[in-house]
């Protein structure tokens, strides 16, 4: 799966942002958002189903953050709100090694075999 992560930038604390993904290839893949803040390591984020009707998503953004896919399934977009200094990151996108949605896995960065190249999110206090 080829994958292109765009939308990120520098925001203030408060603010909302849009990442986008597209995502073309193998079908059939659970697609998911982590991020890597410096010094640390790569963490997940959220996670969609391929039909879209499955979703996970990490503590930390739960109620601020929401996941969804396109009709066409190509693209996913993580629509951020409330955004804090703590969400500054590089976030990618990933797909899934194989196709089908399991709960256990869709928060494992194993368990995915397709990465974006990245986009910078900055949030400023």
Do not use: H
């Given at each position: 799966v080829q994958l292109q992560a765009f939308g990120g930038g520098l925001?203030?604390?408060?603010?909302?942002?849009?990442?986008?993904?597209?995502a073309s290839g193998r079908t059939g893949s659970t697609l998911g958002?982590?991020?890597?803040?410096?010094?640390?390591?790569?963490?997940?984020?959220?996670?969609?189903?391929?039909v879209g009707r499955s979703t996970s998503?990490?503590?930390s953004v739960k109620g601020r953050f929401t996941i969804s896919r396109d009709?066409?399934?190509?693209?996913?977009?993580?629509?951020?709100?409330?955004?804090k200094p703590e969400d500054t990151a590089v976030y990618y996108c990933a797909a899934d090694?194989?196709?089908?949605?399991?709960?256990?896995?869709?928060?494992?960065?194993?368990?995915?075999?397709s990465w974006g190249q990245g986009t910078q999110v900055t949030v400023s206090s």
């Amino acid at each position: 799966v080829q994958l292109q992560a765009f939308g990120g930038g520098l925001v203030q604390a408060g603010a909302s942002l849009r990442l986008s993904c597209a995502a073309s290839g193998r079908t059939g893949s659970t697609l998911g958002w982590f991020r890597q803040a410096p010094g640390k390591e790569r963490e997940f984020v959220a996670a969609i189903s391929y039909v879209g009707r499955s979703t996970s998503y990490a503590d930390s953004v739960k109620g601020r953050f929401t996941i969804s896919r396109d009709n066409a399934r190509t693209t996913v977009y993580l629509q951020m709100e409330r955004l804090k200094p703590e969400d500054t990151a590089v976030y990618y996108c990933a797909a899934d090694r194989t196709t089908g949605w399991s709960l256990a896995r869709a928060n494992k960065r194993e368990a995915y075999d397709s990465w974006g190249q990245g986009t910078q999110v900055t949030v400023s206090s």
